[in-house]
């Protein structure tokens, strides 16, 4: 892989550490704001729900710019917001900050993976994506336990700030190092829309939505259903969240693997394991040792199968930026769909088990909307 990838994942890693960082410090921005829990998720919503709606238009008034420029000025407006979330001196300017991170990082998100796939070849674009991906992996096992640390001793504007300054520097290396793209790689409207006449390309992305929606609506809410149900101290939290990471590290190198040739049995079998260990979650909830193990289980498939999702795209319909850029902002409809049906269920009165619940529903639509495309000896070309 050319290190020029290592580099689009650090990118990743900045804003997915951004967006997931909210969920590792509940219980502190719902102190610091005089709200309830479930209004902290909506944050999370919020920010989704910018990348799925912002992301797009965002991106088709960048396509006539070389993916390095469009890349540095998103990840300038993403400082900006970032720098919002530090300042934020209530809850509406706390969302003002998601929204404006949102926007910019779903065009990213869509910039880089594009951008990946041109450096290497077709056969190997589920691999390059599963490194560039990595980055939101490793937000999740290094970045998320060490803002929800950095939060629960030193404040959440901290925590803030540090990402601020992480964004910064990235920026600076990508600045340096990154080179220009040639002029071939400037995008034209016509180019990108013909792909979007593929029925198979929509049912992908209605697949992936699934799968991100059932792994968010649990955890979204992984930090109260801890401490409240389970009984762990918020000590444990960042430990836990950093567990979960690792686990999806190496769903995320191991699907990798095998997303480019087995992208439909790869999708298969990780709904059917995200859609048992939620189930078994939910039931042994009060159980540190089934929350653990669960866990873990939810690590390996859930947001990592990333890889076999972004292959299976890229095998129905070309590799266009605008694509990839709609693809990511199915996957964050499903950040909505899970966070927001996980707050109702809450707020609802029906307890911090709910979201579990709701995502074993979401991953076995999941499941269901793959069903179609299984016969057809998994390729889902034809």
């Known amino acids: 892989m050319p290190s020029i990838i290592y580099l ?21 921005l719902a102190l610091a704001f005089q709200v309830s829990v479930s209004s902290i998720g909506y944050l999370i919503t919020a920010y989704a729900g910018a990348m ?12 006539r710019m070389r993916s390095k420029q469009a890349l540095l000025f998103l990840m300038f407006v993403f400082l900006i917001g970032q720098s919002l979330g530090a300042i934020a001196w209530n809850y509406d300017s706390m969302m003002f900050s998601r929204i404006i991170t949102g926007i910019a990082s779903s065009s990213a998100f869509g910039i880089t993976i594009s951008f990946s796939a041109t450096l290497v070849p077709p056969n190997t674009r589920g691999k390059a994506a599963s490194i560039v991906l990595a980055g939101l992996m490793i937000a999740t096992v290094i970045g998320l336990p060490i803002t929800t640390f950095v939060s629960q001793n030193f404040g959440w504007r901290i925590s803030f700030g540090f990402v601020s300054i992480l964004v910064l520097v990235s920026g600076i290396m990508i600045q340096f190092l ?83 040739k087995y992208t439909m049995k790869t999708l298969l079998i990780g709904m059917i394991i995200l859609i048992v260990a939620l189930s078994l979650f939910a039931v042994g909830a009060e159980n540190k040792y089934i929350v653990v193990i669960t866990t873990i289980f939810i690590g390996l498939t859930g947001v990592s199968m990333n890889p076999a999702m972004v292959a299976r795209v890229m095998k129905t ?10 693809h990511s902002s199915f996957i964050t409809l499903g950040v909505v769909i899970g966070s927001s049906l996980g707050s109702l269920g809450i707020s609802n009165g029906y307890g911090y088990k709910s979201p579990l619940w709701i995502g074993a529903c979401l991953a076995i639509l999941g499941l269901l909307s793959l069903l179609p495309y299984l016969g057809k000896n998994f390729n889902v070309s034809k």
Do not use: R
């Open 52 to 63: 799925v709606v912002g992301g797009p238009i965002l991106t088709a008034t960048l396509l």
């Open 317 to 326: 319909a070309n590799n266009g930026t605008m694509i990839n850029t709609l």
């Open 178 to 260: 990154l080179p220009s793209s040639p002029n071939k790689s400037v995008l034209n409207w016509k180019d990108e829309l013909i792909g979007f006449k593929n029925i198979n390309l929509w049912a992908a992305y209605i697949t992936s939505m699934f799968i991100i929606g059932g792994t968010f609506a649990a955890f979204s809410y992984f930090t109260p259903i801890f401490t409240s149900i389970t009984g762990f101290s918020s000590a444990s939290i960042p430990y836990l969240l950093a567990l979960y990471g690792v686990a999806t590290v190496i769903g995320n190198i191991a699907i990798g693997k095998f997303a480019d």
């Open 8 to 28: 689009l994942a650090l990118a990743i890693f900045c804003m997915t550490t951004s967006e997931f960082m909210v969920a590792g410090m509940m219980n502190e």
